[in-house]
């Protein structure tokens, strides 16, 4: 019989049971993305989201250790540090608020989660600039109302408590078409809010004793995963001075403040490099290349017990590495970015496709995130690229309005360099704000030209729609190919030189000077020449460009300035 209380070995339990029912329905959730595009994907990113924390709460779950403070910093930093989309920002921001509520407790009894509850939501409601209803935000408000109304009214029975919170939930989800008129349009729910009634349902399962599988199971890889072992093959011949790649989290016990963060990473560049100091409330994230682990897990015990301990020996990679490299072409090593000298201004990129990421280089930008619209980057991929531009200020281009948020909790986090997101929405307006950068004005006078300047540029893209949908008046039918603008779908056809040419009338201002064209690897070079051709017949008065973008899902990105 289920309990009235919730103790910490239960709400773990609650945990992964929530974590798994929602990676076990990611697709479903990806297909209730508004838009028929084939990159839908908030199942994906709030699951990679939820399983960051997971893999946390598993390991303390394992060592049969568990207490509510440690659990709850295992859910709110893990979330955190894996939150990648606006949706899974979101998650993270409401678990964060939760465990505020939560981690003083032994035992939760319903009024205890009735304060979690609304502690979640104002969390959440306050990481996003301008909160939109009809979203997981109304959703996550609805169970938080219904919670607070039920123990003002002397609930005493968990599990009835949990059921009719959800029930609220799943009734405010139904409401979200009415709310936001594009999902009424698509004839779907939010989908995020959707996400949210099923971890919702798992921790209710898990609490009624349903037998569930809480093993974590090994998620996608990173972008900067992927990254690293690109920048491995380009290292390959470089000498490995530290042998040793340690890694492990720090559950505080004692203050950690500035000064004993920049104390403790003094201590690690005396005994290695690469080095990665996050700290978040209660818990600190370290990273160290160094010839004796030891020493840096001896330091690190002052501060408190270690989780999560990671140590891989680098020189045995290395001669891997060069062995399964032996038939293969030399390149060139990149210099170490700790090698590089320290400068005053540096800058981040999110990008996808070849060609683009190249343009972004080529605009003295010193280091590409790969992500953009086939995956989100998450909150630690930023807060690793920061580690690895070695710079005072930092200006961050998420050139994706699902990547903002997640650039902003990493500029929330990070302490030793000055960070400024610039919240570009595209890869031209990523562009534009590059080209628009003055290296003799301060950092404050470039950040405002280039977010004034970005509101200059207009985006359109080219994809095929994955299903059967109505929106923005437009009927769309699975396989057809869709000018998507920035505000919603221009131009819908079976041709995509003419969908390309319809959406850009449709972009078009009367003061337009410059029209760019960035192709994409399944487009043919010869098929992008004469959609420029046809362009230039039509607007001769603006100057216009083709690029190889190379980036997938999108046939064509165009930008009209």
Known sequence: MA?????????????????????????????????????????????????????????LYDMGDLDMQSLCKAISSGSLRGARGNSGVILSQLFRGFTKGVKEYDAITIPVLAVAFDKAVETAYKAVMKPKEGTILTVAKGAAIKARELADNGAEDMADFLEQIISRAEEVLKQTPEMLPVLKQAGVVDSGGQGLVLVLKGIYDAFMGKEIDFTVSETAAAPSER?????????????????????????????????????????????????????????????????????????????GALSNMKIDNMRLEHQEKLFKMSQKEPVSAAQPAEKQPRKDVGFIAVSVGEGINEIFK??????????????????????????????????????????????????????????TVIPTKTVPQGITAVINYVPDMTVEENADTMAAEIKNVATGEVTYAVRDTN??????????????????????????????????????????????????EETAEQDAEALRRKVEEKYGGCDIELQYGGQPIYYYIVSVE
């Not at 990493?410 to 360099?417: C, Y």
């Not at 221009?490 to 760019?516: C, K, N, R, Y």
Request: with cysteine; proline share 2%; aromatic share 6%.
């Open 3 to 59: 309990s009235n209380t919730i103790d910490a070995g239960m709400m773990a339990k609650c945990f992964l049971a929530g974590a798994k029912n929602l990676e076990n329905n990611k697709e479903w959730i990806n297909e209730l993305n508004v838009f028929p595009v084939p990159d839908g994907d908030t199942g994906t990113n709030m699951t990679l989201t939820i399983m960051s924390a997971a893999k946390e709460v598993s390991a």
């Open 227 to 303: 990254t690293a072992d690109v920048n491995l093959e380009a290292q390959a011949n470089a000498e490995i001075k530290y042998g040793y790649c340690t890694e492990f989290i720090i559950m505080l016990n004692r203050v950690f403040n500035i000064k004993a963060e920049l104390d403790f990473k003094a201590y690690l560049e005396s005994i290695g490099d690469s080095i990665v100091v996050v700290a978040d409330e209660d818990v600190v994230k370290v990273h160290v290349h160094t010839n004796d682990p030891g020493l840096a897990i001896q330091r690190a015990l002052k501060y």
């Open 362 to 419: 080529g605009l003295g930008v010193d280091h590409i995130i790969e992500g953009g619209q086939t995956m989100n980057p998450s909150t630690e991929d930023m807060l690793n690229a920061i580690d690895q531009v070695n710079a005072d200020n930092i200006f961050i281009l998420p050139n994706n309005k699902n990547i903002i948020l997640a650039a902003n909790q990493a500029q929330s986090l990070v302490r030793d360099k000055a960070i």
């Open 471 to 520: 929106i923005d008046d437009k009927q769309i039918r699975q396989g057809d190919y869709m000018g998507i603008g920035d505000a919603g779908i221009l131009s819908v056809g079976q041709s995509i030189e003419a969908v390309t040419l319809e959406m850009l009338d449709e972009m078009m201002f009367d003061d337009a000077e410059l029209i760019s064209i960035y192709y994409g």
